[in-house]
């Protein structure tokens, strides 16, 4: 129970006290205290949920009333909230939902990047309890300089988590983060690879890769997923992929000195649909198993974490291997793409383009037909094999859902945002779909007669 004390008056006086000369009561006699014209006259006094006195000055009487009466409800219905706990720091707070959070693969080490870097900057010594939504739109607005929407969105959706967890922890009593608006998210439309552009890719990797490559066209799965495969991921007798883990190579630790790189590991797929079983052609399988005459599976020591209740370390026999005998390394592999990416443009791509020019000059130029220049694009990665793999599926009327299964999407929206705009536009068959459900149904109207002037 909330209730409000005069500090400025004794509630209990001794008979025959001097009363006050300042102030006065119509219902009792009021003698000044020793803290009398000190401070703020009205105290709210209670005990919090744990049982601790707690107490708040006032210089008016109807602002104690109305805090006491909100601390009462607030009790009441399991609401109330600390003052002195929105003093501790936002980083605090912070770093207590960071490190106690359940993160997939390599996202703890993106939390802690934007956190860092985008976040705590502005907001980490703060008292939490003092930010406001304004400061927040604020900071939007500031990050949307630095940083494309899509990302701002992710940066952010870490501040409203963390700031959500205060609410619930009653650490404040409102996520400032409500109703703060975001820069509107253009997703540019995908643009398949071209298949000349893919068979190029194909033939520009090393010889190594090569089986890499192929297989990664023919099953859409992500760069990790392909470079996590063990041997036994293969089933040469069905003609199928199992994807039950990934690679991971986490960010470099702000704490690891200048020369440690981070150690990759094993872990789980990048959602729980990703766990998955994905078919494959003839082609793939015989490319995966010329690919281990030539390249034995390797047997490397690594950690696996697809088990984050049980990490171990043991003997894994990875399918794809870098020349030194190890796994392939997010950084490294970089370096090879941009080689292959390289050798195919200004060798497969280039001399094909060259052939099918001089053919159209012998056919006397024809207009309309001049040929286009096809070209692996600046930027283009292992991803863009991804999304070639799903247009291939799109292209050949496959569901959005068993597309949305292939990929290891969690979601039907997610594969629908993505590459809704590859989905064929058929002529309208709306007609045709009616008329097959109510040919056989008479006609409630009598066919139309002609009228004779």
């Known amino acids: 129970m909330a209730s409000v004390y005069d500090r400025w008056h004794l509630s209990r006086p001794k008979a025959g006290a001097e009363p006050c000369a300042e102030h006065s009561s119509k219902t009792r006699v009021l003698v000044p205290s020793k803290d009398h014209g000190t401070g703020k006259r009205w105290q709210v006094r209670w005990r919090d949920a744990a049982g601790e006195q707690q107490k708040e000055n006032f210089a008016k009487r109807s602002q104690a009333d109305t805090r006491a009466a909100t601390i009462e409800a607030d009790l009441a219905r399991g609401l109330y909230v600390d003052p002195a706990a929105g003093k501790e720091s936002f980083r605090a707070v912070a770093e207590r ?15 802690e990047r934007a956190l860092r870097i985008h976040i705590y900057p502005t907001f980490g010594d703060r008292p939490i309890v003092t930010i406001r939504p ?13 940083l494309a929407p899509s990302t701002l969105r992710v940066t952010f959706a870490y501040l409203v988590t963390i700031m959500h967890t205060a609410v619930r922890d009653r650490t404040i009593a409102v996520n400032p983060c409500a109703g703060i608006k975001l820069p509107e998210v253009r997703r540019p439309e995908i643009v398949p690879l071209h298949k000349d552009a893919v068979h190029a890719l194909i033939e520009a990797a090393p010889p190594r890769h090569r089986a890499m490559i192929l297989l990664a066209v023919a099953s859409g799965l992500r760069q990790g997923e392909v470079f996590g495969l063990e041997v036994d991921c293969i089933d ?11 690679l991971i190579t986490p960010d470099k630790d702000v704490d690891a000195g200048e020369d440690e790189t981070p150690e990759p ?27 281990l005459q030539q390249y034995p599976a390797v047997v490397v020591d690594i950690e696996d974490r697809t088990d984050p209740r049980k990490p171990r370390r043991r003997k894994a026999h990875m399918l794809f291997t870098n020349g030194r005998n190890d796994v392939i390394k997010r950084a490294s592999w970089s ?6 990416e390289e050798r195919a443009n200004e060798e497969a791509l280039s001399k094909a383009y060259a052939e099918r020019y001089a053919a159209w000059v012998q056919r006397g130029r024809p207009k309309g037909e001049e040929p286009a220049p096809v070209r692996v694009p600046d930027g283009a990665s292992m991803h863009d094999l991804r999304h070639f793999y799903a247009s291939a599926l799109i292209k050949n009327r496959e569901s959005v859902k068993t597309v949305q299964r292939r990929l ?3 979601k039907p929206s997610i594969t629908l945002d993505i590459y809704t705009h590859l989905w064929p536009d058929d002529e309208d068959t709306t007609r045709a779909a009616v008329e097959s459900v109510l040919g ?14």
């Open 335 to 340: 370096h090879v793409w941009t080689r292959m």
């Open 265 to 291: 590991y094993l872990g789980e797929p990048k959602t729980h649909e990703s766990y998955r079983t994905v078919p494959l052609v003839g082609l793939a399988v015989d490319a995966l198993a010329a690919h």
């Open 134 to 146: 304004s400061e927040v739109q604020a900071w939007v607005k500031d990050r949307s300089q630095a």
């Open 440 to 453: 056989d149904v008479p006609a409630l109207c009598p066919p139309a007669t002609s009228v004779s002037g």
């Open 97 to 111: 939902w960071r490190t106690s959070a359940v993160h997939r693969g390599g996202t703890s080490s993106r939390v």
């Open 408 to 410: 290891g999407h969690s």
């Open 236 to 246: 040469f007798l069905r003609r199928e992929v199992s994807v039950r883990q990934q």
